[in-house]
């Protein structure tokens, strides 16, 4: 079965910290995202990657990094963690099945963070 | 660029019910359109998917229809149950994977 993994199902950080949100994916995939979910905006895409060590910005990266050192590791780290980081991670991988095609995404479920 | 959009819920039917999710799509050349399903306390799972003009998706009832001339992939069910309540989400895929999704609908079944 496959299977993606989201290293905490709850935080609470105060203002200032910094956060690291860690998933891991047993499927072998290239490709691993990292999208934030907030009621009435849907779902965001933070940072992806397609291979061991690339990154690429997605649509909200201001405030966030991310690190991916192993192929099944996709971290997502907030230097400075704000009141408007308090959010539902979801992060999420797939194969690569061909340029210009798009594979099935595989979710996590999820990691709610809380910033006071 | 791309988005997508799709009708505001809360949407509440009875058991057996018709149901209905609106979703149009803006977006240059063919992308793939996809309905994602999040049941509470899970992540998104997918639910189905078209990958060209008037090709229909289909998967546990649900259908939807790839239509290029109206931009939309509407989700439909004929017989909706009580453990399909959960939130949808459409998406568009236009290029190596990247997902952009609408902003969800969120279903909820009434005995």
């Known amino acids: 079965d496959v299977k993606v993994t989201q290293s905490s199902r709850y935080l609470v950080k105060r203002t200032g910290e910094k956060v690291f949100l860690e998933c891991v994916q047993d499927?072998?995939?290239?490709?691993m995202f990292w999208y934030r979910q907030d009621p009435g905006l849907g779902l965001r895409l933070i940072y992806f990657s397609y291979d061991v060590k690339m990154k690429e910005k997605g649509d909200i990266p201001e405030g966030y990094s991310v690190s991916r050192e192993k192929k099944e590791r996709f971290s997502l780290i907030l230097e400075s963690a704000s009141t408007n980081q308090t959010s539902m991670y979801l992060c999420?991988?797939?194969?690569?099945?061909?340029?210009?095609?798009?594979?099935?995404?595989?979710f996590g479920e999820g990691s709610r963070l809380t910033v006071l | 660029g791309d988005s997508v959009t799709q009708m505001e819920g809360p949407v509440t039917l009875s058991e057996e019910a018709f149901l209905t999710i609106n979703c149009t799509y803006t977006a240059t050349g063919y992308p793939s359109l996809f309905w994602y399903v999040q049941y509470p306390g899970e992540g998104l799972q997918l639910l189905l998917k078209?990958?060209?003009?008037?090709d229909k998706g289909s998967n546990k009832g649900f259908e939807a229809t790839y239509r290029k001339e109206t931009t939309s992939f509407h989700l439909e069910k004929g017989s909706v149950q009580v453990s399909d309540s959960a939130v949808y989400f459409c998406a568009l895929g236009r290029r190596r994977e990247k997902l952009t999704f609408g902003t969800g609908t969120r279903l909820t079944i009434i005995p």
């Open positions: 499927m072998d995939h290239e490709n």
């Open positions: 999420a991988s797939s194969f690569y099945v061909g340029q210009g095609d798009t594979g099935e995404l595989f």
């Open positions: 078209a990958t060209k003009a008037d």
